[in-house]
């Protein structure tokens, strides 16, 4: 599926940056091949096409003004909805209607600006333990992987890799064998039960897991939020839960920006923010090393060459048949996904 190819894909919310992360300049980002400008304002965060309507130079080359943008090139200057609403060589003269610059729909949630390109089919995740009490939210990983988004997304409901991707941190590779996973098909994706026996190796794991044995049981409730979005909640023995949200946002055909948050039912004192995120990057990259081997982008029709799969391979060929679905829909009935 080429990402950029597909108008609907344009059509749902992606997290672009952490709100945090949003300094005094404005920040150039890349969704779905489109450049667009993104910069705190006193009502939130204002998105527009990075392409000043001038002589286009970037809009992120310059500066901003009173909550405006404005260009490094001859410094005409752009509202939150686009629109120039000064020319500073001509100070006397009213702005053209037509200088305008397109603007996009932003909102900030989990602590992160979500952008959409396009009237959004469904709306942001909900992530109940976002405001449950007793779950603390820790920002893992804001990184640039050279892999396509849907590769990310069947990666982290594929149990099969466990044992051998992740033979150097909780996978056992005399343990192949997955266990059976249900998979519950929604409007907007599904909702997948997994449990499986890992192992638990070195002093960090056993301290972000609370166990001081070498292997624990998972049992993993999870969800996959079309097109590239998972929630996972994991519980352990004796009440410990995580609660991961991956989102693969796609830049281009073969770039995805991975940002992954938890929320967990423990304290600081009983495991540190810095250990929580080294536990989950020593896993993590196990995953970025292998995917970015594969190439990045995979047609969608897989789905019909049987003799290459395993069971376990159910959940990425859901997502490529719902997928299917949904390009196809495009333009004939499209649908709010709502529960
Ligand atoms: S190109 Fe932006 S002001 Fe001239
Ligand atoms: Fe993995």
Redesign the pocket.
Known sequence: MIVSKQPVLRKFWYPVVQLARLGEKPMPFTLLGENIVLWKTADGVACLKDR??????K?SL?FIEDGAVV??????TFDATGACIR?PQQPDQKVPAKAKVPAYRTQIKYGYVWVALDEPLSDIPVIPEASEPGFRQVHQFYETWNIGALRLMENSFDAAHVAFVHRGTFGDVQSPRVGDRSIDEKPWGFVSRQSNDVKVRGDLAQKAVHTSDGKTTRHTESEWYMPFVRRSSIHYPHGLIHVLVTCATPMTDDTSMILQWVYRNDTEADVSTAEVIAFDRAITFEDKTILESCEADVPLSIVDDEELHMMSDKPGLVMRRMLTQLLKSHGESEQRLTA
């Open positions: 000043c309507c001038h002589r286009t130079a809009l310059g260009c490094g090139y001859h410094g005409w020319i």
